[in-house]
């Protein structure tokens, strides 16, 4: 493309879109008019081919990986929008898929496994079949407060429980004699907040 023509398109975006300059065209021959449009389809082919609605990637490894998450997570229907969305953020940072294609998750869960990843999280402790979302959220929150959450991340503790024992722990008090899966919640939740009470007491 000589560089009149270059002038008038101008490449845009991932999408490879293009703009021509309406003034400078109308000084230009219709032989150049005719390259240009041709750019243009190649331009738009190439925007389609890897596009799905209004996400757009950079190659078709990472459209072909889409539509198979989307596909193996049961986000392909009309109000999917925020599973769909949960992959393709997934996607564009570049983590591993081996994270999320070995079964099938819900959009909260893929969110955490990404969180996790974007804070170097090892996102093993609670990617697992045992924990629903609620529970990964909590043990996620806990690795980001720094705590000490292998008191709490044990599939014996449902997300309630996990949240007690994490609210002991950023209160800072002894949880060693509550975080025991044999015990009932309201046992838990009592003794953490009895001694929620008596650290306040105390200071």
């Known amino acids: 493309m000589n560089a009149v023509i270059s002038s008038l398109v101008e490449r845009k975006n991932s999408l490879n ?11 230009n021959s219709l032989k150049q008019l005719r390259v240009i449009l041709k750019e243009l389809g190649k331009g738009n082919k190439m925007a ?3 596009k799905y609605s209004y996400y757009v990637f950079d190659s ?10 989307i596909e193996l997570h ?12 949960e992959v393709y953020y997934f996607i564009c940072g570049k983590f591993n898929p081996d994270e999320i294609n070995k079964r099938k998750l819900l959009e909260n869960e893929i969110k955490y496994i990404r969180l996790g990843l974007e804070k170097g999280f090892d996102v ?14 909590a043990i996620y929150e ?22 007690i024992i994490k609210l002991g722990l950023e209160k800072d008090v002894d949880v060693s004699s509550v975080a025991k899966p044999e ?10 907040l009895k001694q929620i009470h008596k650290k306040e007491k105390e200071e």
């Open 142 to 163: 806990g690795m980001e407060m720094g705590l000490d959450i292998s008191w709490y991340a044990k599939p014996e503790f449902d997300a309630f429980t996990m949240r």
């Open 60 to 69: 078709k490894e990472d459209y072909d990986l889409f539509l198979e998450l």
């Open 17 to 27: 879109c293009f703009s021509i300059n309406v003034s400078t065209l109308r000084k």
């Open 48 to 50: 389609k081919k890897y």
């Open 74 to 85: 049961g986000f392909t229907g009309k109000y999917d929008g925020f599973g769909r969305n």
């Open 124 to 137: 093993s402790i609670y990617n697992k079949p045992e924990y629903d979302y609620a529970q990964m959220e």
């Open 183 to 192: 015990l009932d919640d309201y046992d838990i939740f009592a003794e953490v």
